[in-house]
């Protein structure tokens, strides 16, 4: 099975082409990877039942395609340093350098002190 940077992705690839979509640990804000064609996906006819694998084609490129779209999204999220889940902008807060969550927990944690 393909490890995903994020808790939840979906895999959208057809027999054609290959895409995913990435999804934010804490809400459903998205990201949908640039398509990738099958490089034998569209060959017609004799040549491709004589000299085609399409299993094992497509499985190595799918892989492939799957690598190359999980380091992009990468750039798309913001990584939390403190409880390490992959956010989207809407749940960040870049001044603090951390997801909401954490933010508003370590604000929890300040009042407790006082």
């Not at 390490?84 to 933010?103: L, Q």
Request: glycine content about 4%; overall charge positive; proline content about 4%.
């Amino acid at each position: 099975m393909l490890q995903s940077f994020t808790k939840k992705y979906t895999d959208e690839s057809t027999k054609d082409e290959f895409a995913f979509t990435f999804y934010c640990d804490m809400c459903e804000n998205s990201w949908k990877s640039t398509p990738l064609p099958f490089s034998h996906g569209k060959q017609k006819g004799f040549w491709k039942m004589l000299f085609y694998l399409p299993f094992t084609l497509w499985k190595a490129e799918h892989k492939d395609a799957f690598e190359r779209a999980n380091r992009e999204g990468m750039l798309h999220f913001n990584r939390c340093p403190v409880c390490k889940r992959w956010v989207c902008d809407d749940h960040f807060i870049e001044d603090e350098n951390a997801c909401s969550d954490c933010y508003k927990n370590a604000g929890v944690k300040s009042q407790k002190t006082r």
